[in-house]
Every structure is written in C-alpha cells, then in structure tokens.
C-alpha cells in the first residue's frame, strides 16, 4: 500500500533565501521529517483564502501546526493584552480545515496552536495568558523561540495513552491553554499544574490535540501512531485502534 498522505498546515511569512525576499508559505523541516520518518507522505498545505476544503477532502490526515494566537475574537473575548500578534489567515484556513476534516472523519492532529484551534472551532474557548492563573508553572522556555521540559500524565484509556505511555516528556512553548472544552472533546493530559495539554474526541474517532511540540522530540512515537491510523482509516482498509 502507498504511504498515507499527511497534510501539514504552515505560515505565511516574509522570507529571504537565494537572492529573493518575498512573502513565502513556510513550514520547519521537523515536522516533515518527522512525518515522512514515520511512514507518511507530506503535502504542506498555505492558509490560502479558498479551496481549503478541498485539499482536505484529498488527504489521509491532516496536522495543524504550531504558530501565533488564535484572534479571541472567535471565541467572543477581546484581546488580552499578551495576546497576538493575530494571523486572520491562519485562523479562517485552519478553522475550515478543522471542521471539515471532523466532518468527514479526516484523521486530525492538533499540535500545540494547532490543538487551540481544534478546541475554539469546535465552539471552546481559550485562557490567554497562562502566567497570570495562579498555580500555573512556566509553560515556555525563558527566552523567545526557546522550550521548556515538561511531564504530561495521560489518561491509560486515551488514544495518546496507548501510543506513547500514562508519562510523556514534552518540550512545551505556549502561554495560552484550552478553558471552556469544545464540544466533543475530552480531557486526557495535564501537565503537573493542572493545564490540560491533550485532548481527544469523546467518541473514539481519530480526532487528537496535543499542547506541546513532539517535532522537537527525537522520540517519533506519537507520529508513527498517527500515520498509522491514517493508513487504518483509508476506504477499504482495516480498522484498528
């Protein structure tokens, strides 16, 4: 059988290479080492402003990658003052890609803004500054661009549980964090101060988020489970867990 195609959402930034210095849609070559290492075809997919839907349709999984805030504005809050900068394309691509892939049973890997934008299309809300709740350790590293170590415990029923172990090691860089759950979606992490880091959907289906960064990891076990279910979930394959 072909490799499961695995699309993988990306920025849209301005960038410098060779003698241009253009606007570019950009992705870090870890997330698709980390997907073609583990058995998957990469397609990166641009937070263009139609057709999104259809790529989806096309592919066999799709992960959501990390980036900026989601705008509160889709959740009904006003900005935190630590909140942004707003990506609007991001936000309207990736809200549709997430929504389509649930609708049409697309397997869906969140990860890190990815796992947020997962939890707001799905009508959750979102905690916006994580340093200002009280209890809360640090959940980035102490400069910019740097993470932080962090041990996530899962739920043994979940998904996520049955792939990497009840104890993940994580590296970790968000100061925002799910509040309000969306609707079918369950708990099945949390970091030591209760900041919930995974989540799944209630129903078994191959729907999954995940707070921290496992393409920083050299530990590949969360990639090689999701492209295999990618593979499971093709027409005509056979059906596992």
Same mark, same amino acid.
């Given at each position: 059988?072909?490799?499961?195609?695995?699309?993988?959402?990306?920025?849209?930034?301005?960038? !410098?290479?060779?003698?241009?210095?253009?606007?570019?849609? #950009?992705?870090?070559?870890?997330?698709?080492?980390?997907?073609?290492?583990?058995?998957?075809?990469?397609?990166? #997919?641009?937070?263009?402003?139609?057709?999104?839907? /259809?790529?989806?349709?096309?592919?066999?999984?799709?992960?959501?990658?990390?980036?900026?805030?989601?705008?509160?504005?889709?959740?009904?809050?006003?900005?935190?003052?630590?909140?942004?900068?707003?990506?609007?394309?991001?936000?309207?691509? +990736?809200?549709?890609?997430?929504?389509?892939?649930? *609708? !049409?049973?697309?397997?869906? $890997?969140?990860?890190?803004?990815?796992?947020?934008? $997962?939890?707001?299309?799905?009508?959750?809300? $979102?905690?916006?500054?994580?340093? +200002?709740?009280?209890?809360?350790?640090?959940?980035?590293?102490?400069?910019?661009?740097?993470?932080?170590?962090?041990?996530?415990?899962?739920?043994? /029923?979940?998904?996520?549980?049955?792939?990497?172990?009840?104890?993940?090691?994580?590296?970790?860089?968000?100061?925002?964090?799910?509040?309000?759950?969306?609707?079918?979606?369950?708990?099945?992490?949390?970091?030591? /101060?209760?900041?919930?880091?995974?989540?799944?959907?209630?129903?078994?289906?191959?729907?999954?988020?995940?707070?921290?960064?496992? +393409?920083?990891?050299?530990?590949?076990?969360?990639? +090689?489970?999701?492209?295999?279910?990618?593979?499971? *979930?093709?027409?005509?394959?056979? !059906?596992?867990?």
């Amino acid at each position: 059988m072909s490799r499961p195609v695995i699309g993988i959402t990306t920025y849209r930034e301005q960038a !410098r290479w060779g003698v241009w210095d253009r606007l570019a849609d #950009v992705q870090l070559t870890l997330y698709s080492d980390a997907v073609a290492d583990s058995g998957g075809a990469v397609v990166l #997919v641009p937070p263009v402003a139609s057709g999104v839907a /259809d790529v989806v349709g096309a592919l066999d999984g799709l992960i959501v990658s990390g980036g900026a805030d989601v705008d509160p504005a889709h959740y009904a809050q006003s900005a935190h003052e630590a909140a942004g900068p707003f990506r609007p394309d991001r936000d309207d691509a +990736e809200l549709t890609m997430v929504r389509t892939a649930v *609708a !049409r049973g697309v397997p869906l $890997l969140g990860i890190c803004r990815g796992m947020q934008v $997962l939890n707001v299309a799905l009508d959750g809300s $979102l905690t916006q500054h994580l340093p +200002e709740m009280a209890g809360t350790f640090a959940h980035q590293g102490p400069e910019p661009g740097t993470f932080t170590s962090r041990t996530v415990k899962l739920e043994t /029923d979940s998904w996520l549980g049955r792939a990497i172990g009840d104890d993940a090691v994580t590296a970790c860089h968000h100061h925002q964090a799910v509040d309000r759950l969306g609707d079918g979606l369950r708990v099945v992490g949390r970091a030591d /101060d209760g900041t919930v880091e995974a989540v799944e959907a209630i129903d078994g289906s191959a729907v999954v988020g995940v707070q921290w960064h496992p +393409e920083q990891l050299a530990d590949r076990r969360l990639f +090689e489970a999701f492209v295999s279910r990618a593979t499971q *979930a093709r027409p005509g394959a056979a !059906r596992g867990s």
